[in-house]
């Protein structure tokens, strides 16, 4: 079975790699290495942008399985660079589930998100919710998800949708905690705190993710099939911003910047917490809770000297 993984020398891709080395896959990266530039030496690289045409000619055996997780996950940044981001997560996504139907693939996993939920009624939120974004980037993700759905009803290829929560730790190279140390480096005595604090989110560690993507690829039976891949419980912005004073041991002054609502930017859903009784179903749980996963991401920032720009 080969592996083909889009995105592979990024976050998520990169650690998702180094498993599938340890288990002595053979494995594909396709990455233009605009953002990620993760190489595990033991992987075939190909140098390749999803948004062009010249992806369309890859050839790769019937038998295998295609990750997409190339994106642009930053949120914010998708409510201004709009173009960009429409790019990366909706062409590269035709493009690449072009590639899965002209092989004929055996099966095609999509790394979505909790942002196509926007701001749901129901928390925490199930798979049959519905979709309604608040930004950019939750609206180019549920289209990918549309256009997952339509390859796999018109061309046969079998699906599965992966509606990730905040994932953390590792090699990441965005979000708030890496925010807030770099914040904390630049003054010790000030934080600067998007919103209200109030926010509440689940986060999950990375190497939970990754074994959640091995037991859904090796569980689903349905032509589509949808997860949600989060944590039970949730956590807000300022105990984050707690967790993250107590590992750098500093007591700094808190000062918010509320771009109404309570929420740090528009388009930042206030509150998430996905329902994960669908994957536990088939034995996954996570391993560690949203503040056990934000604690653990803290010390590898600091200990790895990544949060530094």
């Known amino acids: 079975m080969l592996y083909v993984i889009t995105g ?29 530039k993760y190489i595990n030496n033991k992987a ?110 018109v061309y046969g290829i079998k699906s599965i949708i992966v509606r990730l929560a905040n994932v953390i730790g590792g090699r990441v190279t965005h979000g708030v905690i890496k925010d807030f ?5 630049s003054d010790p005595n000030r934080l600067q705190i998007l919103g209200n604090g109030k926010q509440r989110k689940s986060y999950i560690y990375i190497t939970d993710v990754i074994d959640g993507f091995q037991v859904i690829e090796k569980s689903s039976i349905d032509q589509v099939s949808v997860y949600n891949l989060g ?11 707690r967790i993250v004073e107590e590992e750098l041991k500093l007591t700094p002054a808190h000062e918010y910047v509320d771009a109404g609502g309570g929420r740090g930017w528009p388009g ?3 509150y998430m917490l996905l329902d994960i009784t669908k994957l536990k179903k088939l034995g996954w749980k996570p ?10 991401a803290v010390r590898d ?5 990544m949060a530094k720009n």
Request: proline share 3%; hydrophobic share 35%.
């Open 8 to 36: 592979g020398a990024g976050y998520i891709g990169g650690h998702l790699v180094d498993t599938l080395v340890n288990q002595n896959k053979e494995i594909i990266v396709i990455d233009n290495f605009t953002n990620g």
């Open 44 to 153: 075939l690289y190909l140098n390749l942008d999803l948004r062009g045409n010249n992806i369309l000619g890859l050839k790769v055996p019937k038998e295998s399985i295609l990750y997409h997780l190339a994106a642009n996950p930053d949120v914010r940044d998708s409510m201004t660079n709009t173009i960009d981001h429409f790019e990366m997560d909706v062409k590269a996504t035709l493009n690449i589930l072009e590639v899965a139907r002209k092989n004929d693939v055996c099966l095609f996993i999509f790394a979505s998100s909790s942002t196509v939920y926007g701001e749901p009624s129901k928390i925490p939120t199930p798979e049959e919710e519905q979709t309604n974004p608040i930004s950019n980037y939750g609206i180019f993700k549920l289209l990918g998800e549309q256009l997952v759905n339509y390859y796999s009803r």
């Open 181 to 185: 140390i770099n914040k904390l480096r």
């Open 231 to 241: 944590n039970e419980d949730w956590i807000s912005v300022d105990e984050i911003a």
């Open 268 to 270: 930042d859903a206030r």
């Open 287 to 296: 391993k560690y809770s949203s503040r056990e996963a934000v604690r653990l």
């Open 301 to 305: 920032y600091i200990e790895n000297g």
